[in-house]
């Protein structure tokens, strides 16, 4: 072990030369290397998590005290947003489709795939970067230009995008000017996804260390490499769609408008005959195999996360890589049960929801694994371990709600409820999210050379995970008695919906608590870049290639050029004097330590 | 550490890294203007009338421009295989024609638009001058894409050549694989909406 420690003193002094010799602007902003890129990322789509968490607990007064005046903070938002403090129905709407926007396009697929897929899956497999490191730069730049167009669309005449983070036509062509500007960001996030997936392929399959055959590649790396290619395939629909939204906007065509709509009383100024239910088609054909893009990276997460915990080899690991590339193929067919009630027809209907529970198999199957996986291990309990475990039950929770959904005939009266909106935000918010925190937790120490506070990480996980199930669980009481989503007075008009409508109260006080309890992760992770306990290469004494690079890792990442002898997640090796075998210990060093 | 397999081929894969990019982007290329084509399917199905391409658009300038850009295909072949055969002034010649194959597609479709625009047949018109114009345009917008990265191979980068012959040479062949490809939508494009 001791020669992997001392890296060439000389060698380490001349990278380090050569990185200060690229200047504040090359090194930290216009960063070709993809460690700074992985950064920029996560740190962006981390702050596009906060703000579009803090547009939803505005919503989440309005919900819980309809109509009533916001202190402070509600005379600040103005006379166009909220006069007198009171939320304009417009404005909620903006909030609503940009909330969903954000989270999904800016904050968390940016987090999951830039963010850990940049930083960790090139030191995963040994390379010295990605494939094309100009590319990565643009790639973040592309995404941050469509972030801004986002934001800047909240002050355009008439405000943000408010037909919905789907976007649904023909509301969203005759919607005001900051549709034209949703669809211009999310064409700059569609170029970054684009240029970013092409890289991440790129570099998995050429990139890997010698000795580093595909099935010793560590399941993270499997995870972004089948999302790359869900990303790759499946947002080009949506950019034709976007296209063709932009034609339908500024050149007056009808590709999305029927004939004989009447909007507010009046014809359309359209010749018609186009086909509103054509968007619904191309975005599910995106926006399926995004759901995904979401929940992919988090199972590679929460893999490493839980394998380096229980000490103990992942369950399964085969069956787990085959179930991802299935779910990437069934991905791509299953887009319609989205859409049970356009009045497509019953054929179509029974085709989509025969694949959509095909689909479930493989899903369940990566969750058992995950979970016979922590069988008889003797687990640590850190502040990652404890974000990955919530993860297990959390998607769980989200992933089997989904399945009524999915049945064409038990979707009739849950459609457009607040039980579709506690499902899928059970398997994004405790899911996805969770796992991107146990990542956070679990690579800081390779990102900065320290670790974050165990004492606050604890501070941070109990409450969210009280707090955010305290949102979430009542919402499935909601749908179930049938309150519609979308609504912006939270169904205080309709009576069925009286007898349940106090949960919004509970729901409200719970997102809030959520906010809260995000400040001891705040201060945790500002704190411990300079405070934090200094760590070597390897504090987790994990098993796979990051851990053989420096913490944190230099301009061109490792001192000698690693090589893999083993299988990605050997611990507890009978006969092995310490409980892991890492990738990169020879045989010749596995004999003398 | 340099970058490996920028040039060479990684011996297990047989490719490098810039060519198996170029096919991925090819494949993502396929997926946009395959939902177009699906977009056009779905909207002639639901027509209730649907005029036949040749009635409204010009075939002959069409049919010009399909062998224009076929024959551009072959003098980007030839500009590769020239610089196969170490004859540089030759890659010079036949990338040159590639290029210039393109402007003349270019200015052709730009007497076909403003014939349309002249007469009012505008995207606004009906769903069929739609997606004509958002195909032909999205198309268009990939010849001129084309003919930057030919243009830049052309004049400025073939810089590399004297430096990093194979590595040019790559680089030629990858910007000739999405020539192709270019042609290759326009292969369809043409019968889809000029003949059919």
Redesign the interface.
Known sequence: MATLETAPAHEAEHEHAEHQHLGFWRQYVFSTDHKVIGIQYAVTGLLFLLFGFGLVTLMRWQLAYPGRALPWLGKLLGDTRMPGGAMLPEFYNQLGAMHGTIMVFMGVVPLAVGGFGNFVLPLQIG???????KINMASYWSYFLGGMTMLASFFVPGGAAQSGWTSYAPLSVIAGQGQTMWLFGMIFLITSS?LG???F??TT???RANGLSFFRLPFFVWSQLVTSFLL??????L???G??QL?DRL?????FMPSGLVVSGQVAA??G???PL?WQ??FW?LAHPEVYVLILPAFGIVSEVIANNTRKPLWGYKIMVYSLWFLCFMSFIVWAHHMFFTGMGTTMATFFQTTTMIISIPSVVILSALFLSLWGGSIRFSTPMLFALAFLPMFGIGGLTGLPLGLSAADIPLHDTYYVIGHFHYVVAPGTIFALFAGIYHWFPKATGRKMSERLGKLHFWPSLIFINGIFMPMFILGLAGVSRRLYDGGASYDFAKPVLHWNVFMSISAWGLALAQIPFIINFFMSIKRGEKVGQNPWEATTLEWAAPSPPPH???TT?PVAYRGPYEYSVPGHPTDFTPQFLSAQQQATS | MEIPFTVAERPDTGLNNGKIGIWLFLASEVMLFGALFASYLMLRIGATVWPRGDSILNVPLATVNTIVLISSSVTMVMAWASLKRNDFGKFRLFQGLTILAGLCFLGIKYVEYSAKFHHGLLPSKNTFLAIYFTLTGLHGLHVIGGMVVNGYLWGPGAKLWKTDPEHFTNRVENSGLFWHFVDLVWIFLFPVLYLL
């Open positions: 390379a010295p970067d990605m494939a094309f490191p684009l997936s092409i890289n392929i790129v399959i050429q990139l790759l395939l499946a947002f080009p629909p950019e034709a769609a296209v063709m034609m050149g007056g065509s009808s590709f359209y010749t005959g186009g086909n054509l088609h191309l054909f061109g990442n490792f050029a």
